[in-house]
């Protein structure tokens, strides 16, 4: 199972583990893959504190970062909380209470604060979370949603870092090639969280074909070893899975959306911006189904609809647990269509040795199958 990216990443397995749960980060990188952490949502304070017991939990083991880099997105400059409510048309505003009122889902109680959500979309944002990022021992850098700076390529070459890219689109991969990126992870529409259109099994070869001999990642609804084998086969040197990890025993996933995951089939996910601005696939529930209705708003750009949404996820979470509730009903998350491949809780480490082994098997009967 070894590839090029193994030797040039001192991984044992070309396994990348896309989490925002440093546990499992540390799990995967310490069964042989290589964790990524996602940063997006974290402060400043809370990637160095994960950062640093990342470091601790996988000592000279190597592990990533992921920044989120969209070519648009509204800018929210240096406005104060209360500045930013004017950023939220009134008819998102009350949509969003009707939608919590019909469901039943409680206020917050009283002396609970509110959430407000930040993504650190910006450029200054992303600097800060870089800075973090460079000053541990990192060996990869990934961006999602856009090519990266060329300051923020030298800046990870000079330290040996790998940058990679994420992409829908062959035409996106050329763009990533050109701003000299190392890696591209090829992400079909099956995967979950932001995604295009074209499938893994199509977008894969296109993308190895359009970028040769850029080392390519497939992803996208990879769950098993015989899908690694799948990857390998189509021209990948390696898988990029995030969605599998979400019902580990390490996940932080919220348990009623775990629960969900565990039930789901691959046809109960949908292409949603409801959460993010941006089309990303997601659990369908009454969350999503409210904003596809003929007479929902539309939804606001990146990062401003995360934010308008946040309290309002923050009172579906604390009362989703609740059975048979609205809040229950209204529960979701990105997940891929993958989902209907996992079925049951299993430590992240077991998930890479069945992905190691299941590979195995596949290469062993192909090998003889040949004459």
């Not at 939804?299 to 979470?317: D, E, K, N, Y």
Request: contains cysteine.
């Amino acid at each position: 199972m070894r590839t090029p990216l193994c030797d040039r990443l001192g991984i044992e397995f070309p396994i990348f583990a896309f989490s925002h749960c440093r546990d499992v980060v540390a799990a995967v990188t310490n069964a042989g893959g290589i964790g990524v952490l996602g940063a997006v949502a974290h402060s400043p304070q809370g990637l160095e504190t994960d950062l640093a017991w990342i470091d601790e939990q996988v000592g000279d083991k190597p592990y990533g970062v992921d920044l989120l880099l969209p070519v648009t997105f509204a800018p929210t400059g240096s406005a104060q909380p209360r500045q930013l409510d004017d950023l939220f048309p009134a008819e998102q505003v009350d949509f969003v209470e009707d939608v919590l009122t019909r469901h039943g889902v409680p206020a917050l109680p009283e002396g609970v604060e509110a959430h407000r959500a930040s993504m650190s979309v910006s450029p200054e944002a992303n600097n800060t979370l870089l800075d973090i990022a460079l000053d541990h021992p990192i060996r990869l850098l990934a961006s999602a949603l856009g090519p990266p700076s060329a300051e923020l390529i030298d800046r990870a070459h000079e330290r040996n870092i790998v940058v990679a890219a994420l992409v829908g689109a062959a035409s996106h991969a050329r763009r990533q090639q050109e701003a000299g990126v190392d890696l591209i992870v090829a992400q079909g529409t099956e995967a979950g969280g932001h995604t295009g259109m074209v499938s893994t099994m199509v977008l894969v070869p296109e993308v190895v074909r359009a970028v040769h001999p850029l080392p390519v990642l497939a992803a996208g609804g990879i769950v098993t070893g015989a899908q690694v084998a799948a990857a390998m086969a189509l021209g990948a040197q390696g898988v990029w899975c995030g969605s599998v990890w979400l019902t580990t025993a390490e996940a932080e996933t919220d348990p009623v959306v775990k629960q969900k995951m565990l039930a789901a089939s691959a046809s109960d996910t949908v292409r949603s911006r409801s959460l993010t601005g941006k089309p990303a696939r997601m659990l369908r529930t009454a969350w999503t189904d409210e904003w596809e209705a003929p007479d929902a708003p539309a939804t606001l750009p990146m990062p401003l609809q995360t934010m308008l949404v946040a309290t309002a996820q923050q009172r579906i979470a604390r009362d989703a647990k609740t059975a048979g509730s609205g809040a229950e009903s209204l529960a979701t998350y990105f997940v891929g269509q993958g989902v209907g491949l996992m079925d049951k809780i299993r430590p992240a480490r077991e998930i890479v040795e069945e992905m190691v082994s299941g590979y195995l098997e596949v290469a062993e009967r192909f090998a003889s199958q040949v004459r």
